[in-house]
């Protein structure tokens, strides 16, 4: 019998099945921060929410946490001072494997009902979670509200669509008849039962903790399993919040809310996320984050069915465009977007060495080189705008990286600058740093530098652009590319090449839509057919292998 909550929000997972299938543009979460959607007073009580937390115990009552530590620190200058429970991992795991059994018994839209409930919970006022996203990540509060809430919940829904849509794919029963004489027949009764892989292990990032964390969230507790969410030290507050709402939800409807857990390190603790998910019982691991750790897991991890999204070098390749400055417009936004800290955004640029056609002009490589350092100049020059599209660093790591990389090598065309944040005086804000090198200069660009780094790189032709920007994917890994030109044939043969080295392509991107940007429901972020990572959110194969299907029968 179809659950309650199913039938509350058996609308939205309607809609989100026809977006999948169509591809088109669809949300059920308004991404406009507005009194008028929300409510007169969400936004202010939603920051009060988040103020309430800083300097507290985040209490979740889980089992197995004696202790509490903090984590932590604003990259706009905050001490949070949020203290988390650190579990015992025995225990913990033990309070997962006991509430686990009615939960995968469930009927599929019993399950599903939950978690679009806490779906819709977690919608319903997303202010608290745009504060604790901007106040852990360093993004802007809008982007924070935006990519962290309904983008965010977006992702997670689709994650539960594609589930529902693979669980109900075979019938629940079946009769089955085969003639096996002139007069005998044999009859059976099929049943066909889901049965799920166990506990999943999600390891949340830095830099997009909800984004990159719903979809194998939610996968995973649609298909039956339970989670222990192991969030990144920078950025424990965002998912802790999913975690104490979708506790609340379950505790609600009968369930047991130990089906998902929090699993925090502390500053001073040691770290446990090496333990967790070599642990025998973990069915699954959910990861994103920098490719040495992604191929550590993939490698020692092979008792879980691992689903990485690991680090990619994104290139733009420009051949040729109709209006300069809004094609370097575009670039340039891209460029600047928080700083660089996106794993979609543009690392290396690649020009001839001859230059760029323009309308019916050309204009030389420096020119061309020129517009785009004037481009982002241009976006910086007004200090509040400046600081809304860079947003904060999030880890000191990522400045010490920036500062290596103009040392390393290459022409300087536009220096890293530290810029002042008027709201925020202790941020962490730095403008990006664009560096010009030779095609033949391997050893620089071809490797993700993840931060506001740039290359310009000066290649013998257009041809030879799109080849070393196919090679980086093949090689490295990428999760975006651009290519800009007026010739159709090289548009043309760019899309199949760079398609073919497994990264999708954006072509001759003006005005507001941006490289960066993946939609959910339309987009497949990450391919998995380069090594920036081994699945796709969000696709069938995200979700299939999380769960079997176990078959009895009975003769009849």
């Known amino acids: 019998m179809s659950h ?15 977006a999948i299938s169509t ?30 937390r800083i300097g507290k115990a ?54 599903v009902g939950i978690c679009l409930e806490i779906l819709d919970r977690l919608g319903r006022n997303p202010f608290e979670m745009a504060n604790a996203i901007m106040h852990t990540t360093g993004q802007s509060f809008m982007m924070a509200f935006q990519a962290g809430g309904p983008h965010a919940l977006d992702r997670g829904l689709e994650a539960v669509a594609y589930a529902y849509a693979e669980m109900t794919r075979c019938p629940r029963e079946a009769t089955w008849e085969k003639r096996v004489g002139k007069t005998e027949t044999v009859r059976l009764q099929k049943s066909f039962r889901i049965v799920p892989r166990g506990i999943a292990a999600l390891l949340g990032c830095s830099t997009f903790p909800t984004w990159n964390g719903y979809p194998g969230l939610f ?37 047991d809310p130990n089906v998902i857990a929090l699993a925090a390190n ?3 603790g040691s770290p446990i996320t090496k333990e967790l998910v070599t642990r025998a019982d973990v069915g ?4 994103t984050g920098g490719s040495a750790f992604g191929e550590w897991i993939e490698t020692n991890c092979r008792h879980a069915r691992v689903y990485a999204e690991k680090a990619g070098v994104n290139s733009v390749v420009i051949d040729s465009v109709e209006d300069l400055k809004a094609a370097t417009g575009n670039i340039g936004f891209s460029v600047c977007l928080y700083s660089g800290q996106m794993c979609t955004s543009p690392q290396n640029i690649f020009l001839a060495k001859d230059g760029i056609r323009v309308g019916d002009d050309r204009i030389g490589f420096d ?64 403008s990006p740093a664009i560096l010009q090198v030779d095609a033949d200069q391997k050893a620089l660009y071809m490797r993700e530098v993840f931060g506001p ?69 339309s987009d497949f972020h990450v391919s998995g057919a380069n090594p920036a990572g081994n699945a796709t959110l969000c696709d069938a194969a995200f979700v299939v292998d999380r769960f079997r299907i176990v078959h009895t029968r009975v003769p009849v």
Not at 67 to 85: A, C, V
Not at 284 to 287: A, G, Q, R
């Open 4 to 18: 309650t909550l199913y039938q509350k929000h058996e609308k939205t997972l309607k809609g989100a099945l026809e």
């Open 23 to 52: 591809r088109a543009c669809w949300s059920p979460f308004p991404e406009v921060p507005s009194g008028k959607i929300y409510g007169e007073t969400a936004r202010g009580d939603g920051f009060a929410a988040f103020e309430a």
């Open 58 to 111: 985040f209490e979740l009552a889980q089992p197995g946490a004696d202790r509490t530590e903090k984590t932590e620190n604003s990259p706009f200058g905050q001490d949070l001072g949020i203290r988390y429970p650190k579990p015992d991992l025995d225990e913990l795991f033990g309070a997962v494997h006991r509430a686990l059994k009615p939960w995968r018994n469930a009927a599929v839209e019993t399950r």
């Open 219 to 255: 996968a995973s507790l649609a298909t039956g399993n339970g989670v222990v969410v192991k969030p990144h030290d920078g950025a424990v507050l965002p998912l802790a919040l999913a975690v104490e709402t979708a506790r609340t939800v379950l505790e609600e409807n009968d369930f």
């Open 266 to 268: 502390g500053i001073d």
């Open 284 to 287: 699954i691991i959910d990861y």
């Open 367 to 430: 020119d061309a080189a020129a517009a785009i350092v004037g481009a982002v100049n241009w976006l910086l020059s007004d200090p509040a705008r400046a600081v809304e599209v860079l947003g904060a660093i999030q880890n000191e790591g990522t400045l010490t990286r920036l500062d290596r990389a103009v040392v390393e090598g290459g022409a300087v065309l536009r220096a890293s600058e530290s810029m002042a944040h008027e709201k925020f005086p202790g941020a962490r804000v730095r």
């Open 453 to 521: 780094i740039v290359y310009i790189i000066k290649t013998e032709s257009s041809a030879q652009s799109v080849a070393l920007a196919a090679e980086a994917a093949r090689e490295h890994g990428a999760i975006t590319s651009a290519v800009y030109s007026t010739d159709a044939e090289l548009l043309r043969d760019a899309q199949e090449t760079l398609t073919d080295a497994g990264v999708p392509v954006s072509c001759n991107l003006t005005g507001q839509i941006f490289v960066n940007q993946a939609a959910a429901f």
